[in-house]
């Protein structure tokens, strides 16, 4: 069982920055790939980021490309988000999730069903 913990969400103005943080405890997360998701309000939950357990693989959701960067500490089961030049259109509660083959990326990455364990969810509002 994995347990993962959001944090660094917050309420900021349009144009700034903010950098999310998910730890990863009860078991070691370094070989498994972990994204992010969001979940705009009154919207489905959508694809955000991933990265694969050595960061050879990484994509983007194409509305956050070029503004947001994923990256991730094995050392310390932590994947992080950062999120630069905000808008609005991101506000929405932002969620990690791990996938549990070990060394397998899988192609339906961008699918909430090829990951096994999520946090809670840390909210992120941007103001005009």
């Known amino acids: 069982q994995v347990h993962l913990v959001e944090s660094g969400g917050g309420l900021v103005q349009a144009g700034d920055s903010l950098k999310l943080s998910c730890g990863a405890a009860?078991?070691?997360?370094?070989?498994?790939?972990m994204g992010w998701f969001r979940k705009p309000p009154g919207k489905e939950r959508e694809f955000v980021a991933v990265?694969?357990?050595?960061?050879?693989?990484?994509y983007y959701a194409e509305s956050v490309k070029g503004r947001f960067t994923i990256s991730r500490d094995n050392a310390k089961s932590t994947v992080y988000l950062t999120m630069n030049s905000l808008k609005p259109e991101d506000t929405a509660v932002y969620y990690c999730?791990?996938?549990?083959?070990?060394?397998?990326?899988?192609?339906?990455?961008?699918?909430?069903?090829?990951?096994?364990?999520w946090g809670q969810g840390t909210q992120v509002t941007v103001s005009q």
């Open positions: 999730a791990v996938q549990s083959a070990p060394f397998f990326f899988r192609r339906d990455y961008y699918t909430e069903q090829s990951y096994d364990y």
């Open positions: 009860g078991r070691t997360v370094s070989s498994y790939p």
């Open positions: 990265m694969s357990w050595s960061g050879a693989n990484i």
